[in-house]
């Protein structure tokens, strides 16, 4: 076994979601897709609840970044890529996500109604948004990691959620905060992340 560091309690699952700042895949959701074909046909109610509950998150950010491209005004150069990166990336977990809540004989629901308030207002106000959209992204993934059942579940949520911490770096970046302002991510529950994605849920 290498040495590094050990966290007393954290279990392999925590770690592997931790690993947020590790080397992210390039392929996009490609790099899913053998996790998503090998998942079981049953599983366990937590793990339905936490792939329904990852990809609603991951169509709110989704949907957040294809009207903030349309409806921002003003967007400058560097904002706009990253924009159009991140939704690409959204796009592809959302799809990832739908197809493992198929195999696992679970409903993937078609995404409701957001509203984002005056977020598209200014490119101000719409990476104040994204920042927080990420990062309760990031920590949701965190705070469910140690309740699934499925190894299956648990490699493709860690592999998304190495990404979305990218994501919330260079959003972080771009708005000149520090980018990784503690060592470690502090979990979400669920219950937790959907109360702070039903402000943006229109139906």
Known sequence: MKAGIHVPGTTRRELLLRGALGVASASGAAAVGPFVASALGQSG?????????????EQLEADFYRRGLREVPGLSAPVRQLAREILDHEDQHVEALS??????????????????????RSERAFLALAQRLEETGVSA????????EQDDVLDTAGQIVQVEARHAALVRFERGEDIAPGAFDKPLSMSKARALAEPYIRT
């Not at 109610?45 to 998150?57: G, M, S, T, W």
């Not at 993934?141 to 699934?148: E, L, Q, S, T």
């Open 45 to 57: 109610r937590i793990d339905v609840e936490v792939v329904q509950l990852a990809l609603l998150l």
């Open 99 to 120: 197809q493992l809540a198929v195999q696992m004989s679970a409903e993937a629901p078609d995404p409701p109604q957001f509203d984002f308030g005056d977020a598209f």
């Open 141 to 148: 993934y965190n705070g469910a990691a140690p309740m699934v």
